[in-house]
């Protein structure tokens, strides 16, 4: 299966009064709908279109951003027609697809939530990596 679209339909970003020295970040994935495109790019493959909704929770509340979304999916058609029909019976996805589905999502939504974030002055809901100089190495260390 692979990702042939992602198309976001809204980005609702909102900083709060107040600021806090530690907070917590909950970030959600809620996969709203999957029905089969009528469109496909390539002869003898489908295409699923998969609605979904991404948002990032500050607690204390001090911003959030929620997106929304629709991502595409390339496949043989007996594979796009089970993945509609378990989801259609169950609300269900198998963990392998779902585990693509949500590293395509999650790569996407931070990219533009760290933009935003920077943007808005507001603190970024992941660590990124950071260089040390040694005299800090040495006395974090602790062995």
């Known amino acids: 299966m692979q990702i042939i679209g992602f198309n976001l339909a809204k980005i609702q970003v909102e900083r709060f009064e107040g600021t806090a020295s530690k907070f917590k ?27 979904f909704e991404y948002n990032i929770e500050y607690d204390p509340k001090i911003a959030e951003l929620h997106f929304k979304g629709t991502l595409l999916l390339m496949a043989d058609p007996k594979d796009i ?19 693509k589905i949500y590293n395509a999502i999650f790569h996407k939504c931070n990219l533009k939530a760290l933009e935003l974030e920077d943007y808005l002055g507001m603190p970024i809901h992941i660590q990124l990596p950071h260089i040390k100089s040694e005299q800090e190495s040495k006395t974090t260390y602790t062995g």
Do not use: H, R, Y
């Open 25 to 51: 970040v909950n970030s959600k994935i809620d996969v709203k709908d999957i029905a089969e495109e009528k469109m496909s790019p390539i002869q003898g493959k489908a295409v699923a279109k998969i609605d």
């Open 81 to 99: 027609k089970d993945t509609v029909a378990e989801w259609k019976k169950k609300n269900s996805i198998l963990t392998e697809l779902k585990i």
